[in-house]
């Protein structure tokens, strides 16, 4: 039987590439990015401030060291191919290996990067959650106030399954929060009426 | 004002105290029914010097009490708030009663009552957050007696027994407990029979 693991690339797409992340690289740009509520929000679990730096640097170094020591964390920096520049960043922060379920994030540094990349990003994402990760269920958190999100993910077969009403507070006012999901299953079927 | 903030018709809440409390929580760990009501993590047997360094470890950031019987003073079970955001005011909260001949007789939706009211009048939280499993239908009537709405349902979210099993996700609001609040108020002003 032909092994689909022989020559074929699970960090490569068409334009890009799910690299490593590097903290003394990184570091700088991704400071900008800490700077929004959002992706702020999503990366620390904490109540929002800017960190500079040096703090982030150290931060990552940490984050970096845990997910290798604990196996329970994975992050890739999303890149272009054909360039060093960060562009976004995938992670799955907590992967609960009994139940084979996590929860994925995914976010681009630029609205214009989510327009040029996130679908193809999405793409290399799922296939890593279930083919290399083996997950049976994926989850993705987003806010109400996000409808590329909420698009992108119902194109890509994900089932809207909890409303989490007022969950979340930014800009002075309270946010509704949208538990997205994806099965292994459903995402193969969907997988299997793209290529028919 | 209520009197005394955490008593409720059945129970009290009084701190956990790790000291004296480990041993009996060890002691529950035995029912393995009970472990797996409680939560999704395998069952295991941890004794009481981990209990005790589990939540030694955890004390800064939850709000951990026991459940005491009003009428002979017995501690049943434990019930706890942790998972803060401070900015968002929204927490989660975990409850579980250890002793078997408590179980679906109202002393756990009588505490968690008493919880909101502490989360709510007190803390000033603007919601709180809960899982339970699907097949704990007990306890689902059990928030639903407490006030919790029910938000969504997380499909195949655990594996255990050889199944997947769906998981219930609930919240309720501020003000959804102060609606409730009001409608007991007047409830009280005409006779009715109570029910825990």
């Known amino acids: 039987m032909e092994n ?39 990366m620390f679990h904490q109540p929002f401030k800017p960190r500079p730096v040096s ?20 992050y890739f920096a999303v890149r272009k191919l054909d360039s060093p520049d960060l562009i976004g960043l995938l992670w799955f922060p907590w992967l609960d290996a009994t139940h084979q379920t996590s929860t994925m994030h995914l976010s681009f540094g630029t609205e214009q990067d989510f327009d040029s990349y996130a679908g193809e990003t999405l793409k290399l994402a799922l296939y890593y959650a279930f ?20 698009e992108l993910l119902e194109q890509s077969g994900f089932l809207r399954e909890v409303l989490r009403r007022e969950n979340v507070f930014s800009q002075g006012r309270y946010f509704d929060e949208y538990l997205y999901a994806l099965m292994k299953s459903e995402w193969k079927q969907k997988l299997s009426e793209v290529t028919e | 004002m209520k009197k005394n903030l955490f008593e409720g018709t059945l129970i009290r809440l009084i701190p956990m105290d790790v000291e004296r409390d480990a041993e009996k929580m060890a002691a529950w760990g035995r029912d393995s029914e009970y472990q ?4 999704m993590s395998p069952a295991v047997r941890f004794n009481a010097k981990l209990v005790q360094n589990w939540y030694e470890k955890a004390e ?24 803060f955001d401070w900015a968002a005011g929204t927490a989660w909260v975990g409850i579980g009663v250890g002793e078997r001949e408590y179980r679906g007789k109202g002393y756990g939706t009588d505490a968690m009552k008493v919880l909101l009211h502490y989360a709510f009048s007190e803390l000033n939280l603007h919601r709180v957050n809960l899982n339970v499993f699907d097949f704990n239908r007990r306890a689902v009537r059990s928030y639903e007696k ?15 027994e050889d199944q997947r ?13 102060e609606l409730m609040q009001e409608e007991q108020l007047v409830s009280i002003q005409t006779p009715v029979e109570v029910n825990a």
Not at chain 1, 55 to 74: C, G, N, R, T, Y
Not at chain 2, 63 to 69: C, D, G, L
């Open chain 2, 60 to 83: 800064n950031n939850g709000h951990s009490f026991m459940i005491q019987t009003l009428d002979n003073d017995l501690i049943i079970g434990f019930i706890e708030l942790d998972g």
């Open chain 2, 36 to 39: 797996r009501l409680l939560d």
């Open chain 1, 131 to 150: 083919m290399e990760l083996s997950l049976h269920r994926v989850v993705v958190s987003i806010r109400a106030d996000e409808p590329k999100w909420m």
């Open chain 1, 55 to 74: 703090e982030l640097k150290k931060k990552l170094q940490e984050m970096l060291k845990e997910a290798d020591e604990s196996h329970h964390a994975i």
């Open chain 1, 4 to 42: 689909a693991m022989i020559g074929k690339s699970l960090f490569t797409g068409e334009h890009v590439e799910l690299t490593e992340l590097d903290p003394e690289k990184d570091s700088l740009l991704f400071s900008t990015w800490t700077s929004h509520p959002v992706f702020a929000r999503k």
């Open chain 2, 165 to 177: 099993w769906d998981v219930i996700d609930m919240g309720i609001l501020k003000s959804d407990w």
């Open chain 2, 146 to 160: 407490a006030g919790f709405k029910y938000e969504g349902t997380e499909r195949e979210r655990i594996f255990k």
